[in-house]
């Protein structure tokens, strides 16, 4: 997937309601966190490209700068403490006032016969979940010296309605949306607001991993949908970009559906 900022875009990050502010993504070498990324340098926030695709992620880097907004590029494993660890600490020295946590990195687990095992669901955990668990862990201790942040987590409607072909990253997504809420309640008094976004199915190279057939998946996805048309990767980052912003100041604790009214609830 390949994002651009266009001109009438570098006038809006200047002026953009999170101008000033500063945002770590995990998994934002492509797909969704790509989006996020390119979007909330839209919105006018320096931006740290995380990625185990260091390539993709200097890449998307050097798109968000020549919008003069300012970005680097990370190697970062969010299942490695030392590398979440060197991570944390080269991002605050390059952006020391970081405010904004969207931890995206996830893995579909599942193998193509659709059947699950206790490796698949150990994997899937560790990136799923505990990658997010891991990440919030060590930037809370600056979100909180700073009097606040936003954290926003990527979950999946899966995580409230599962596929049966997919127990491992279902139950994963499900675990994310409950670890939001109690992060919501152990950082409020902190001013650390702490919520979710829920996916609908998207085309993107996750979903390449369990389909061949891109159309049909495609309609798979739209037929429960209470609006029928697809959705896009940047739906979901105009979601973060709200729940990150002044506007969602009293927002917490929530995870946002955004699936074409596929699961309302």
């Given at each position: 997937?390949?994002m651009?900022?266009?001109?009438?875009?570098?006038?809006r990050a200047?002026?953009?309601?999170?101008?000033?502010?500063?945002?770590?993504?995990t998994?934002a070498?492509?797909?969704?966190?790509?989006?996020i990324?390119?979007?909330?340098?839209?919105?006018?926030?320096?931006?740290?490209?995380?990625?185990?695709?260091l390539?993709?992620?200097?890449?998307?880097?050097?798109?968000?700068?020549?919008s003069?907004?300012?970005?680097i590029a990370?190697?970062?494993?969010?299942?490695?403490?030392?590398?979440?660890?060197?991570?944390?600490?080269?991002?605050?020295?390059?952006?020391?006032?970081?405010?904004?946590?969207?931890?995206?990195?996830?893995?579909?687990?599942?193998n193509?016969?659709?059947?699950?095992?206790?490796?698949?669901?150990t994997?899937?955990?560790?990136?799923?979940?505990?990658?997010i668990w891991?990440?919030?862990?060590?930037l809370?201790?600056?979100?909180?010296?700073?009097?606040g942040?936003?954290i926003?987590?990527?979950?999946?409607?899966?995580?409230r309605?599962?596929w049966a072909?997919?127990?491992?990253?279902?139950?994963?997504?499900?675990?994310?949306?409950?670890l939001t809420?109690?992060?919501?309640?152990?950082l409020?008094?902190?001013n650390i607001n702490?919520?979710?976004v829920?996916?609908?199915?998207?085309?993107?190279?996750?979903a390449?991993?369990?389909?061949?057939?891109?159309?049909?998946f495609?309609?798979?996805?739209?037929?429960?949908r209470?609006?029928?048309?697809p959705?896009?990767?940047e739906?979901?980052?105009?979601?973060?970009?709200f729940l990150?912003?002044?506007?969602?100041?009293?927002?917490?604790?929530?995870?946002?559906?955004?699936?074409?009214?596929a699961?309302?609830s």
């Open positions: 997937m390949t651009t900022l266009n001109t009438s875009d570098r006038g200047a002026m953009g309601e999170l101008s000033g502010q500063m945002a770590l993504v998994g070498a492509q797909g969704i966190g790509l989006a990324a390119m979007e909330l340098a839209r919105a006018g926030a320096q931006v740290v490209v995380a990625d185990r695709d390539v993709k992620a200097a890449a998307a880097a050097s798109q968000i700068r020549e003069r907004i300012d970005a990370m190697n970062l494993d969010v299942t490695r403490d030392e590398s979440i660890h060197d991570g944390v600490r080269a991002a605050l020295l390059r952006f020391p006032d970081l405010s904004i946590l969207v931890n995206n990195a996830g893995i579909h687990c599942e193509t016969d659709r059947v699950s095992t206790i490796e698949h669901f994997r899937c955990f560790d990136v799923n979940l505990f990658g891991r990440m919030s862990q060590a809370a201790p600056h979100f909180k010296a700073r009097g942040g936003k926003v987590n990527i979950a999946s409607i899966n995580g309605k599962p072909q997919t127990p491992a990253y279902s139950a994963s997504k499900a675990a994310v949306i409950n809420q109690s992060m919501a309640m152990t409020g008094e902190a702490v919520n979710a829920c996916p609908g199915g998207i085309l993107t190279a996750m390449d991993a369990f389909t061949q057939d891109r159309e049909a495609q309609q798979e996805m739209i037929r429960p209470a609006l029928k048309r959705l896009s990767a739906d979901i980052a105009h979601a973060v970009v990150a912003s002044p506007r969602a100041r009293n927002i917490t604790g929530q995870a946002l559906n955004v699936d074409g009214g699961v309302m």
